[in-house]
Structures are given as structure tokens and as C-alpha cells.
């Protein structure tokens, strides 16, 4: 069976200098690219329950830092066990190479001379702005940006960073988790 994950990104109504818990944070938007159908999704708050489905036929969650923010964050929403959702978080992953914290934005530039359209908090002001257009913008940009970093990846085997001025690169072993999944098997975690 093939695999196919789901890279996944959210912004919040509130930041840290509001909560220190990410679980008070409250979503604004989620957006996804699904691998399944090459779509890219954008849903706000009140729509989070069309991407439980997603989530469960995910053969893996991507994204970046998605295992100490995004998934956290999703918690208070997400009725199924967290716990059990298999998950790439490139960030972690990177830092066990090379034993420090990489921003996507300084990943993006090194690997594929793009930045980051925007900030989490510029997200947030354009949330509390009402400017959801621009906030939905924002978020699909950086899915799609993570999705382009791990492609990156899965073709080259590596990704870059600076590292004092000079470009540096990081083996990755991100292409197994396109490959054919060997069992049929979904662990489902939504309460029926």
C-alpha cells in the first residue's frame, strides 16, 4: 500500500507571551497539504472537525515542530489520542543531526532560496485584525514551504543551513517515509 502522509501547519488566536501551556493557545487556522490527493487545505476553527478524517488516514503527520506546538496546540480539539499518530517532525529530526534548533525560515533560505512570507506573530494581529484571507495566505505559504523542504530532502538526501555565513548540509533519511507501507493496519485513535 503507499504511503501518504500529510504535512500539516497551524496559527493561533493567542502566543506565548499570553499562555505559557500551547494547549490555551486556541487555533485560528490549520492547513494541510495531503499527499494523498496532491490538495492543499485551509479550514479555521470552527471547521477543525473535517480534518480529523485526515488526520486518520495519514499514514504520517509532517511538519515543522509540529510535535511541541502544532499537535499540542490540537489537543483540546481533537477527540482521538495525539500519542498514537505517527509523525515526522523535521525540526526534531534535524536538531538529533546536528544538535541545535534550525528555524524553517533559515532551512528554507539555505536549501531553497525562499523565506517565509510572514510570522506566527503577524498570524496572530492578522487574526485579531479580521484579515482571515491573509491569515488562511499565510498559513497554506509555510505548508506548502515545509512540504517543498521535505521533497527536498526525500530527492537529495540532505537540506541545508548556514552555518557562520557558510552553507552547510544536514543529511536527511526522509524518502523511507514515502515509501510502500508494509501493512494495511490504520491505527485508529477517534472514539466510536
Do not use: H
Not at 26 to 49: G, H, M, P, Q
Not at 116 to 143: H, P, T, W
Amino acid at each position: 500500500m503507499k504511503s501518504f502522509p500529510l504535512v500539516m501547519d497551524l496559527e493561533t488566536k493567542f502566543s506565548f507571551r499570553e499562555f505559557s501551556d500551547p494547549r490555551k493557545l486556541e487555533i485560528s487556522v490549520v492547513a494541510v497539504f495531503n499527499y494523498a490527493d496532491n490538495s492543499t487545505l485551509v479550514f479555521e476553527e470552527r471547521e477543525i472537525y473535517r480534518l480529523f478524517p485526515l488526520i486518520e488516514k495519514a499514514s504520517l503527520i509532517i511538519g515543522f515542530n509540529v510535535l511541541n506546538f502544532d499537535l499540542e496546540v490540537l489537543k483540546p480539539y481533537y477527540p482521538g489520542e495525539i500519542k498514537n499518530l505517527k509523525v515526522l517532525d523535521l525540526l526534531e529530526d534535524i536538531k538529533a543531526k546536528i544538535g541545535k534548533r534550525i528555524s524553517l525560515n533559515e532551512l528554507a533560505f539555505a536549501t531553497l532560496n525562499k523565506k517565509k512570507s510572514s510570522s506566527g506573530m503577524e498570524a496572530i494581529n492578522y487574526f485579531r485584525e479580521g484579515k482571515i484571507d491573509q491569515l488562511k495566505k499565510y498559513c497554506q505559504e509555510d505548508v506548502i514551504l515545509t512540504k517543498q523542504l521535505f521533497d527536498y530532502g526525500v530527492i537529495n538526501g540532505m537540506v541545508y543551513y548556514f552555518d557562520i555565513s557558510r552553507k552547510t548540509p544536514i543529511k536527511v533519511s526522509w524518502k523511507k517515509y514515502l515509501e510502500e507501507v508494509k501493512t494495511t493496519e490504520t491505527p485508529l485513535t477517534l472514539p466510536f
